[in-house]
């Protein structure tokens, strides 16, 4: 008999986690609470409790060929960053390609997960969920997986406002905007410069009187795409560009990517200078922010000091009057409150997870967390390979080093994030994009061998290592080969093209192209016979004097 397989969430991981399931022989059950798939990406005009909200004019940060799942390519005629709304499209392509959604309970939510008394034997878990009627049911699983989402708890610090219960506008915080009609306008205060702080300002910025973005440390900002307009993303996360980074200094890299982006607006003229080196935490990657600046429509400020009434006054001691509404783009926390409470590791509800996936603390490896993670590139295919990883540990197929050695690596990711990131439960939140993505896939024995395809395979081996490092590249061989992954990175670039190939432009005619080419040859053929002529003469006159 199949062993049966919670997945808590039907978002992005959820998806992806059902598909892993059937892929290993396991039998999936996903129980998610809303009434469809898509998780953060299921636009809802009210934001839900303990759920993800996202505005209306949100666009991913990644590029379609770099956040899609592995084995399964956005159409070619998608744009290159895609809305909510054809994200969703997506997600429903997928899940209808491999029969997903007769796996999924809707609007059913989960009260709890506990171990069984057997457990140490069994590694079976106790599922208690409720319907969309209020019926409560006890299930027996011998594996949960955790596609919950982290971005359901929105962090509000008002405390750290001096005189914030004075203030007679709204306040409100980055999980309840949707759009900017209500502040049509108005004089809007935006505290935050993440994503989501810059996105939600720019699009204020549009229709209020004026929109102020305060900000505590800064940002290096960056558009989604960069030289002869291609995706930022499919440019930069490469191998070869990350082995190189490897090799040179740290403060050289800075300095580098520093005058880069200063070359295309100056930080420091537009207020955006930051206090930290552009290595040492993730950018801001929004292409409409130094415009909005530029214009003057959006305004740059320091950290607020304090609220008197409809005033607001900054750290500098500017001053501005008459504000009438607060957008705290301050973050978010993660909680799973149906999680036994010893997985937690501190009074803030950390979770101390090996690879970020699993608690060492279990005895047998049946429960994983998906998706919890915060990297500089897309969390989807990383997210996949914890996937793929997570069901093979349940069936069977994969083992976990002993726990004294995960909690080892543990301690030492954070460490090293301690620096850029001082709160420990976000410190291990971080990962490197590329090699997060080859350890996971060296457990799973998909890590593609970059000596072995240049070898007997260049044209891909060229591609997957000075390539962007998509992420067709984890279904090239070994457990989960997908036969489409070589024709996949071939055509990567042309699925990069198509959408934008709305408007024919005919090619150069072979006359005109043989008339300039003719035309630039006689021209250096005339230049030649003139040069032939002036050096004799240019030698009879300058040839005998002497050289100093």
């Known amino acids: 008999m199949a ?22 022989g396991l039998e999936p059950v996903c129980f ?11 636009f809802k005009a009210q934001p839900e409790a303990d759920r993800c909200s996202i505005y209306r004019s949100v666009i991913v940060n990644t590029s379609k060929e770099m956040m899609c799942y592995s084995d399964f390519p956005m159409p070619d005629h998608f744009p290159n960053f895609v809305n909510n709304s054809t994200i969703m499209q997506y997600f429903r392509l997928y899940a ?17 997960v506990r171990q069984r008394p057997d457990f140490s034997n069994s590694g079976q878990w106790e599922v208690v969920t409720v319907d969309r009627g209020g019926r409560e049911e006890t299930h027996v699983f011998d594996g949960v997986l955790v596609c ?26 980055s999980w309840e905007y949707k759009d900017p009609d209500p502040y049509l306008g108005k004089r809007v205060v935006v505290v935050g410069i993440g994503n989501s702080g810059g996105d939600i300002a720019v699009d204020l910025s549009r229709a209020c009187e004026k929109t102020f973005l305060s900000t505590r440390k800064g940002a290096w900002v960056i558009g989604r795409v960069v030289d002869r307009g291609l995706p930022l993303d499919m440019i930069m996360m490469t191998r070869a560009r990350d082995l190189f980074y490897w090799l040179l200094p740290r403060a050289l890299l800075n300095l580098i990517w520093e005058r880069t982006l200063n070359q295309r607006h100056d930080h420091k003229l537009y207020g955006l200078q930051p206090v930290h080196r552009i290595l040492d935490q993730r950018v801001v990657i929004n292409d409409d922010l130094p415009g909005r600046i530029l214009l003057g429509e959006l305004v740059m400020k320091p950290n607020v000091q304090k609220f008197q009434g409809s005033t607001v006054v900054f750290d500098d001691g500017t001053v501005e009057e008459k504000i009438d509404a607060v957008i705290l783009c301050t973050g978010y926390d993660y909680r799973f409150p149906f999680l036994p409470t010893s997985l937690s590791s501190g009074s803030d509800g950390d979770l101390k997870l090996y690879r970020r996936i699993f608690p060492p603390s279990l005895e047998r490896p049946t429960l994983a967390i998906l998706g919890l993670i915060q990297t500089k590139g897309p ?23 002993p726990a004294e050695k995960m909690d080892k690596t543990i301690e030492k990711h954070v460490q090293a994030n301690l620096k850029s990131y001082p709160w420990p439960k976000v410190a291990a939140l971080q990962v490197d994009h590329i ?25 891909v081996g060229f591609r997957v290592f ?16 997908w036969s489409g992954a070589r ?3 071939l055509t990567q670039w042309d699925r990069v093209a198509k959408p934008m190939k709305t408007r024919p432009i005919p090619e150069p005619s072979s006359f005109s192209l043989f008339f300039w080419l003719g035309l630039s040859g006689g021209a250096a053929l005339i230049f030649a016979l003139m040069a032939m002529r002036m050096i004799p003469l240019f030698l009879n006159k300058y040839g005998d004097m002497p050289i100093s």
């Open 487 to 489: 024709q996949a990175i």
């Open 148 to 173: 919950a989402g982290h971005y359901t708890q929105p962090i509000k610090p008002l405390s750290d406002f001096s005189g914030i219960d004075t203030f007679p506008g709204t306040i409100i915080h």
């Open 32 to 42: 998610e609470s809303s009434d469809d798939i898509g998780g953060l990406w299921n």
């Open 3 to 24: 062993k049966r397989v919670a997945v808590i969430g039907a978002g992005s991981s959820g998806l992806t986690s059902i598909k892993c399931c059937l892929d290993e």
């Open 96 to 112: 209808e390609h491999f029969s997903l959604l007769k796996h999924i309970h809707f609007q059913t939510t989960v009260r709890s």
């Open 466 to 481: 000075f390539g962007p490092c998509s992420p067709y590249q984890f279904r090239l061989n070994g457990p989960g080969h």
């Open 435 to 459: 090699p997060y993505l080859d350890a996971i896939a060296k457990e799973v024995g998909v890590c593609p061998n970059i000596a072995w395809l240049l070898l007997r395979d260049p044209a």
């Open 379 to 401: 969390i989807m295919p990383a997210a996949e390979l914890q996937a793929r990883w997570a069901t093979r540990v349940i069936a069977g197929l994969n083992h976990l080093p």
